[in-house]
Nanobody
Framework: QVQLVESGGGLVQAGGSLRLSCTTSGLTFSSYHMAWFRQAPGKEREFVAVIPWSGGNAIYEDSVKGRFTISRDNAKNTVYLQMNSLKPEDTAVYYC?????????????????WGQGTQVTVSS
């Protein structure tokens, strides 16, 4: 069965950096768009970034552009999210997700497979 496992979250001060990893199994990784979403307490799950299976340009939510970078290593079936210049408003549980649709989507309800999430807390 498909599994996605996130890691790399933690507590960091504002302005700091973290790198999240999501290792997958049970799917043909190179055939899936891989995305990161986040969810803060009491809020809906929010799109962060997606990298297409085709190797096209990544898409980022406006608030993270220039600070976050999504990448993938197909040989390791792993997608990463490098987060720099972190802000308190970035605090959330971060989830990776996979989708094999023809077009890249940014709506969380359209993603098929999800990890359990990793907590990112940014202190002021």
């Amino acid at each position: 069965q498909v599994q996605l496992v996130e890691s790399g979250g933690g507590l960091v001060q504002a302005g700091g950096s973290l790198r999240l990893s999501c290792t997958t199994s049970g799917l043909t990784f190179s055939s899936y768009h891989m995305a990161w979403f986040r969810q803060a307490p009491g809020k809906e799950r929010e799109f962060v970034a997606v990298i297409p299976w085709s190797g096209g340009n990544a898409i980022y939510e406006d608030s993270v552009k220039g600070r976050f970078t999504i990448s993938r290593d197909n040989a390791k079936n792993t997608v990463y999210l490098q987060m720099n210049s972190l802000k308190p408003e970035d605090t959330a549980v971060y989830y990776c997700a996979a989708d094999d649709s023809i077009k890249v989507v940014t709506t969380f309800r359209l993603y098929e497979y999800w990890g359990q999430g990793t907590q990112v807390t940014v202190s002021s």
